[in-house]
């Protein structure tokens, strides 16, 4: 048996987001994103090759999963296999600590941690920049997970020049985010296949590239000026872009719940009664404000008339991978 390494990541939620890829396998995207790491929700994960086993184990909190449900993370482990030259199979446990059923526990978190635990497991010794381009082959938005803070993932265009950097860590400024945390029904399409159809299928998508160049630069200065207005806007913008590449794809989807359009029209309510706050939606219904802490209680206040006070989680920027590891 070899050494148990474990790594904790946080998740991230896109200021710029991705939403499309140019080569599946190699998971590049067709632009590049911006994001900020969150506190409040990570993913903690352990892994340790065994030549006793004959094949990969998958425990989420503690449950087995059928090889079935864990062949994407076996795939994984197969590219760290492929890059280390280890050859045993590995026993792989993680927990997610986000609250129950929020929907929010992305591959972000849980792509990077597992790329973190199985590389070093492994005997690679990767630097975070190497790390967060091994996290993309698992999940896109993982890339940007292996760092704290805001992070800017550089679409690139192939495996070298595609992976994630600091744009600001630590934060010194005030913002945060406060999630809606609403109930999932069934997701329509995963973020995979859906990306993967607006790409393909949506008139809008040319531009959605272009818009988003623009974004990004916009996006940079804001951050370096702590521009809390400026960054909230272009969140709010792109993200209501991207979910309007969902609207003009061929057949049509949506991640939207009545619930999630209640809570766009209470931040839009606030913001027209001069409270700073911005929303964003990513692959479910899910609402995330961007916002000041000093503003936390108005708009707490204004929130719970739709919604129960364990319903909005205030996360505050987050850190970059951690780790432990034991022989
Ligand atoms: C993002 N999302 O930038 C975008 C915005 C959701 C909406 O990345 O196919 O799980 O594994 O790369 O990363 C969610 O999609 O998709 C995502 P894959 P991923 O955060």
Redesign the pocket.
Known sequence: MSKTVTARAHT???L????G?KDPKL?L?QNG?I?LTLDHFYTQTSVTFDSNLNRDQIYFDDQLLPATKSRRISRFLDLVRQQSGAEAYAAVHTENHVPTSAGLA???SG?AALAGAASRAAGMNLDNTALSRLA?R?????T?SIFGGFVE?HAGHDDASSYAEVLQDPIDWDIQMIAVVLKATRKPI???AG?ARVVKTSPYYPAWVKTAKTDLKRMRRAITAKDLTTVGQIAETN?MR?HALNLSAQPAFNYFTAATLTAINAVTDLRAHGVNCYYT???GPNVKIICAGKDTDVIKTALQRHFAPEQLIVAKPGPGITFTETE
């Open positions: 991230n939620i896109a710029v987001k991705y939403w890829k998971m995207p994103s994001s992305s591959s972000a792509f993309r698992g999940s896109g938005s993982a940007r993932w995963s973020s995979t990306m993200a991207m939606l990513d692959a």
